[in-house]
């Protein structure tokens, strides 16, 4: 089948991919020329696991290519994916344009039946708006508008997008069905469903995915809030609820916050979709507050351990993305995080195991960069664990004690052992367990 994947981000880059992967003709097609140069030249724009060798692969066999002449990418196509990007307005509403502008152009070279497939997560109504534009564009009838929403986690999303745990297609039409189905069917070949829905309630699936994971991740922080004050620990309280079925463990992790493209900006679209409703989102408003606090704990941390002191002192942070086995640096708590610690007036020197050239657009000469872990902690006052990457998880804690110039921890993802630390003799902060010398412990 022909297929064109407009915006070639993190989502369409991965869906454009695995689709050539299944035998079909991909064409990817961004605005942003610099971009398809780099992957014409054979190198890749994000990082995720797995991506590299499939685009490789597929490049080489023929099945897959890149452009910046969206027109044609339109004209030469039976199913168009829209995948542009949809940050977030001033005031938390979905920016659109890019969905509309690409709307008008598919409008424009409307040359005989096509579907035209929302990737992209947007409001619901959205469907109804881009169908109005393509009919006013093409003066045509002869196609019709999907609602395909993306599941996929960013460090899984490759395999996430080959082996779905469903797959949601909302559409009132038969044939655009049947055509979605087939290109889906290569994928959820281990009998995952394929759902089908109409196209509202589609477009409500994905923002209804994120606020649910959302507020898991705000939840399991308030009850590690609360654990801290009332001498519990949040790991034996996680570890007795997780095991009930109906809770069960996923996205059950404290730590500092969520970030990311996706959560914040999906939360706050889905309170305004509902406040011009008319509707107060009250939940989704409080995990989003919660959240904002979850992002400040670390620095308060840090304030209340040196006091007065801390101005002019270093800290070596490990960890920037937004979570492991990315590089994306969207929304990451590092920023709040970073930022905070260089308004106590002190400094930061980072480091991340793939994050850094994004990082160095964001922070510029406001933070020095470590070549490596160890090398990041040399002089430092202090130690704090941002993102979970799995080559923090067993370091060497002799080394950590002999370059850091205070042994002390403070540990966003609840990495160690509070009682291994105390007798490697680290002061270590982590969330919502007990303190080292509680007396409960
Ligand atoms: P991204 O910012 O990585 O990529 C968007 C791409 O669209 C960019 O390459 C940009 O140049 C291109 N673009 C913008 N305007 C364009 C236009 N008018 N014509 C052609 N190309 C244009 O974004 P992303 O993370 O891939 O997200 C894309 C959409 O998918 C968003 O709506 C997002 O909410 C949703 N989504 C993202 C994820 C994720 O994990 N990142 C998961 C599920 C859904």
């Known amino acids: 089948m022909n297929i064109c994947v407009i ?37 890749i724009p994000i990082y995720e696991p797995g991506l590299e060798e499939l685009i ?15 027109d044609e ?26 969905v509309f502008d690409v709307a008008r152009r598919i409008g424009k070279n409307l040359n005989g039946y096509k579907i035209i497939v929302t990737k992209s997560t947007v409001p619901v109504g959205t469907g109804d708006e881009i169908e109005k534009i393509i009919k006013e564009e093409s003066k045509s009838d002869d196609f019709d508008v999907v609602s395909n929403p993306e599941f996929m986690k960013e460090g899984a999303a490759v395999e996430d997008f080959m082996k779905p745990d469903r797959v949601v297609i909302g559409t009132s039409s038969d044939r655009a069905f049947e055509v979605m189905k087939q290109i889906y069917e290569p994928f959820v070949r281990t009998e995952n469903p394929i759902i089908r829905m109409d196209r509202r309630s589609a477009e409500m699936t994905k923002y209804a995915a994120n606020a649910m994971l959302a507020t898991k991740i705000s939840f399991i922080n308030e009850m590690a809030n609360i654990c801290e004050r009332v001498g519990a620990d949040i790991d034996a309280v996680r570890r007795g609820i997780g095991f009930d079925r109906r809770i069960g463990f996923q996205f059950l992790f404290p730590g500092v916050g969520y970030g990311g493209s996706c959560f914040p900006k999906d939360v706050d679209a889905l309170i ?16 989003q507050e919660v959240n904002i606090n979850q992002k400040r704990r670390l620095v308060e ?12 002192l270093l800290f070596a942070i490990w960890g920037l993305s937004f979570k492991p086995r990315t590089d994306d640096m969207r929304e990451a708590p590092s920023i709040e995080i970073i930022k905070g610690i260089l308004s ?15 990082a160095k657009k964001i922070f510029g000469n406001h933070i020095e960069y470590g070549e490596n872990p160890y090398q990041t902690l040399t002089g430092a006052n ?46 270590y902060y982590s969330i919502g367990r007990l303190p080292i010398n509680s007396p409960h412990k």
């Open 382 to 427: 202090g130690l704090v664990i941002v993102t979970e990457w799995q080559e923090f998880r067993r370091p060497n804690f002799e080394r950590i004690k002999s370059l850091l110039s205070e042994p002390v921890i403070f540990d966003g993802r609840n990495l160690y052992d509070p009682k291994k630390m105390k007798e490697l003799g680290f002061e």
């Open 301 to 312: 941390r840090i304030k209340e351990h040196y006091g007065e002191r801390v101005k002019g």
């Open 344 to 358: 106590l007036g002190a400094n930061v020197r980072a480091y991340d195991p793939v994050a850094m050239d994004n």
């Open 73 to 98: 990418a339109i004209r030469s196509s039976e199913v168009i994916f829209i995948a542009v990007g949809t940050p977030p307005l001033p005031d938390g509403s979905a920016d659109l344009s890019a």
């Open 272 to 287: 305004k979709t509902a406040q011009k409703q008319g509707f107060e989102a009250r939940i989704l408003k409080a995990v």
């Open 56 to 70: 490789e692969r597929n490049v080489k066999e023929g099945r897959l290519h890149f452009t910046t002449d969206l």
């Open 7 to 43: 915006g070639v981000g993190y989502v369409g880059l991965v869906a454009g991919t695995c689709l050539a992967e299944s035998g079909n003709d991909v064409i990817c097609a961004d605005v942003d020329e610099e971009k398809i140069n780099l992957l014409n030249q054979g190198k």
